[in-house]
């Protein structure tokens, strides 16, 4: 099975720049995507960012486009999100979540390995 830790959230001022990292153990080989969701206080999880394990495709959602940039190291099995110009509103809890098939799909239920979590928090 894969586990999921995420890491590098934090509390930064409005147009600030965070690096989360999303580390893979176990049957790391496995992966065919990756996925980064966030959860805000009172809201759905919602798809962030995306990238296929073995080949250079990503996606992003509307509301992050232009700030976030996903990536991946393979020789370390981690996926990074990379994100700038943050908002307030993007304060939430950033998942990484993996799933077997290459596409990369934004529904929760099309992952299923998942990482507990880290929080961002950003300022006004």
């Known amino acids: 099975q894969v586990q999921l830790v995420e890491s590098g959230g934090g509390l930064v001022q409005a147009g600030g720049s965070l690096r989360l990292s999303c580390a893979a153990s176990?049957?790391?080989?496995?992966?065919?995507?990756v996925g980064w969701f966030r959860q805000a206080p009172g809201k759905e999880r919602e798809f962030v960012a995306g990238i296929r394990w073995s080949v250079d495709m990503t996606y992003y959602a509307e509301s992050v486009r232009g700030r976030v940039t996903i990536s991946r190291d393979n020789a370390k099995n981690t996926v990074y999100l990379q994100m700038n110009s943050l908002k307030p509103e993007d304060t939430a809890v950033y998942y990484c979540a993996a799933r077997r098939g290459t596409m990369i799909l934004s529904r929760e239920s099309d992952y299923d390995r998942w990482g507990q979590g880290t929080q961002v928090t950003v300022s006004s």
């Open positions: 176990g049957r790391a080989f496995s992966i065919g995507a």
